[in-house]
């Protein structure tokens, strides 16, 4: 059996999906795909390498390249994941996140809360995907007449940052919507907030980015994230590994994964006024209208009559409950559509519409195309 390494850290929430986008690419072949754990400073990638005698490797590079340079792989076929493409050196093969069209996505969410202020929370530490998305960000916000703040304490996570953040936020223009850097600096945010009793989404809308559903959907309120399309990424580091094992002198390349989509959750979902018991409706239709639940499943939630439940749900959002409930199961489909390893006739369940044709008749009424249609005209494959 033939191995490729993947050294990777297991403990981040992407690691699996971005192995199986590898091994989903091998997996016609006699390649195993094995994962070392890459906690830096406790490894010898050298020896791990003649261990395995892999036949080429995979290196999630981080925030630390030291234990990745080149030389160490010799003419092993490598390719590097998470690379700042400012570094120099020999390294001909690399696959980036699309940083700029993540933060100009989660830029175009929040402006259509129409806030006059904004704001990027970057983090702990000065990397270059972080920089990235400020500055992405930042003009996207300004490009629309908006104002965009930023917090730009670099400290080590603990005390002294979240005392830090807490008087930023507190200081803050309201209401303001924040991007955070990824999904644990959004947590950050969050935790704050409540210390400081500032209000989400009324004060502060927020959101994270890689979709961590470990915490987005923990947090208080569950936090609206950038899903980036990480199995692609895994696959994309396949077809480049593939290409210089059939090639040695292949041309060098450097590909981007993009996005599937935005998760919208009670952190961005802003309305005029509060009424809690539409507020906890609103989520449990989030949470369970791909389960193929109905209007009186919701007002079995609300706990009153549907007359009233009906009343109070559209004078705060505008519309019926089961317009919710369509609008949730359509979004989800989109989100689906948008992956081009899921096969069209299996969103209709996925997402809690009653047959396919349901879906098919509630889509090209929406959009005026086929889902196949849609597809091809978005560009995906």
Known sequence: MKTV???ASATRHSCRKRVAGVQRYFSNSDIQVQVVESNYHHINVKKVIDFWHPIGCIAECGSDMNEFRPEIFGNIPTVYLDRDPSLKGKIRFSVNADLK?????????????????????GFQLPLFWTKEREKAFCEAIKLNGRKCHVFDRTEKPGIRRLESLRK???????????????????????????QENIRVPEDVAVMGIDNNEEICENTKPTLSSICPDFENAGFICGELLDLQLRDPKA???????????????????VFKHTDAKVTAAVEYIRMHAADGIGVNDVVAQMGCSRRTAEMRFASLTGHTIQTEIRNVRMA????????????IEGIANLCGYDSDSTLRYA????TGMSMREWRKKEGIA
Request: glycine share 6%; aromatic share 12%; net charge positive.
């Open 101 to 121: 069209s993540s933060a100009e996505i989660a830029a175009k969410e929040l402006l259509a809360l129409d806030f006059d202020d904004y704001a990027f929370v």
């Open 5 to 7: 390494l993947f050294f």
């Open 363 to 366: 889509f090209k009424a929406k």
């Open 251 to 269: 041309k060098g390349e450097n590909r981007k994964f993009g996005i599937l989509g935005v998760v919208k959750r009670r952190s961005t979902t």
């Open 332 to 343: 989800t489909a989109f989100a689906m559509l948008r992956n081009p390893r899921q096969a």
């Open 168 to 194: 930023w936020l507190k200081a803050l223009p309201k209401p303001c919507g924040i991007l955070a850097a990824y999904d644990g600096t959004a947590e950050e945010i969050l935790a704050a907030c409540s």
